[in-house]
């Protein structure tokens, strides 16, 4: 496949990378603000504000943790550790390093499978938390998991498509994107 395929559905890729990781950024900011706010009800008014803990746990840290994968795995930011690899052949660890690829891809997509079947049986069942003397829908926030995990899905089955081409082809894609 060419040069300008590869670039078009990189394009897609960081755009949907960055529009998730922007809103695990807004969730950093919220999360100060929700923990923030706490403090500043229970020791200056004199009362905890209700629901803080809960909303940062279900909300604030899930959007954080799993919105930010597809970011994090488009700049190839991941912890690689070389040592057993780089002393064999080009050839050799290309072919290794597709295979890694093809893994995570493979399991990445069963844990997406996996976490939307949750999400939405949490969206049929209307599920709340207790929350003081309320309760605090948490039903959304079960979709971070399948979008984060998904959009790294995506990232990997481009990679690793790229990574099979430039195997095959022996042109350097990786180096011109």
């Known amino acids: 496949m060419g040069y300008e395929f590869y670039k078009k559905w990189e394009k897609i890729d ?19 603000f ?9 020791h200056f008014l004199g009362q905890p504000l209700g629901g803080v803990t809960e909303i940062v746990s279900a909300y604030d840290m899930v959007a954080v943790s799993f919105l930010s994968l ?17 002393k064999l052949s080009q050839y050799v ?3 290794i390093e597709l295979g890694a690829t093809l893994f995570v891809t493979i399991l990445s ?22 929350s003081g003397d309320s309760f605090l829908t948490v039903w959304p926030s079960r979709f971070f998991l399948p979008f984060g995990i998904g959009a790294m899905t995506f990232s990997y089955a481009l990679e690793s498509l790229k990574r099979f081409d430039e195997l095959i082809n ?7 994107l």
């Open 14 to 32: 960081h755009t949907i990378a960055l529009a998730l990781c922007s809103i695990a950024s807004l969730s950093i900011v919220a999360m100060m």
């Open 34 to 42: 929700h923990i923030v706010a706490g403090i500043y009800s229970r």
């Open 170 to 176: 022996s042109s350097s894609l990786t180096e011109k």
């Open 109 to 130: 997509a069963w844990i997406t499978y996996e976490t939307a079947v949750a999400a939405i049986h949490s969206y049929s069942i209307n599920e709340v938390w207790e």
């Open 70 to 86: 597809a970011y994090v795995t488009h700049q190839k930011a991941h912890i690689a550790v070389d040592l057993f690899t780089q």
């Open 93 to 95: 660890r290309q072919v």
